[in-house]
């Protein structure tokens, strides 16, 4: 029985897959099972050889590796890709990683940062290059700073926070200024301001940001 970690290379260059094939033919636990110089290539010979792994350079001649990666994750979820580029920016690094990467490593890095990559995908876990993960640690924390930074701007006043449970709940304007005992015309500017201060733009938006406050039941 096999229990090596089958690798498929995919990059261009073909000194590049050479000098992965020699680094990781050397670790007893990986195989290199095969290779391919573009996207479309990529795609085949997933299907037909099904590794465990594939490691994805970004710039293909064909199709892109973020493409080349989303579309081998929405037709075998099962085959993990770790990204091995010249690409150290966030448009590149958050791209990869929505289209289901399991490891994002600049092509600067050590050897080892590879082999540590592969295996901690191959165990189902996410490996990000420490440079890389300053990045995504950054943008976490921007976007929890945002969200507080909206609720405290907020500054809902008590009638607007009624409205706001109203609107929530499905109510129309008239049926809120019936309730409330207020016009129609007043309760539409309280849902304007309600939608600026929040910065909400929908009935939805609107809806979701109320559960997730707690003011109504899903």
């Known amino acids: 029985m096999n229990n090596k970690i089958t690798l498929l290379l995919v990059d261009d260059h073909e ?4 000098g992965l094939r020699m680094l990781l033919e050397n670790q007893s636990d990986m195989q290199i099972v095969g290779e391919a110089s573009t996207g479309r290539q990529a795609i085949s010979l997933a299907q037909t050889l099904a590794p465990d792994m ?3 350079d970004l710039s293909l001649p064909d199709l892109s590796g973020i493409e080349t990666t989303r579309l081998i994750k929405t037709n075998f979820p099962e085959i993990d890709v770790i990204a091995l580029t010249i690409h150290e920016d966030e448009q590149h690094f958050f791209e990869m990683l929505k289209a289901g990467a ?3 490593v600049p092509k600067r890095a050590a050897p080892q940062d590879l082999i540590a990559a592969i295996r901690a995908a191959h165990e189902g876990h996410v490996y990000i290059y420490p440079t890389l993960a300053t990045i995504l640690v950054g ?3 921007g976007q929890e700073r945002t969200e507080t930074e909206s609720d ?3 500054h809902l006043t008590q009638r607007e926070q009624e409205v706001l449970e109203l609107l929530a709940d499905g109510l129309s304007n008239d049926e809120i200024a019936e309730k409330l005992v207020i016009s129609p015309h007043t309760v539409a500017r309280h849902r304007e301001h309600i939608m600026k201060k929040l910065n909400l733009h929908s009935r939805s938006e609107l809806v979701k940001y109320a559960i997730r406050k707690g003011m109504i039941e899903p």
Request: aromatic share 18%.
């Open 152 to 154: 405290w701007g907020a």
């Open 15 to 18: 000194i590049v897959r050479t």
């Open 139 to 141: 943008d976490y924390l």
């Open 54 to 56: 594939i490691i994805m």
């Open 102 to 104: 399991s490891g994002y």
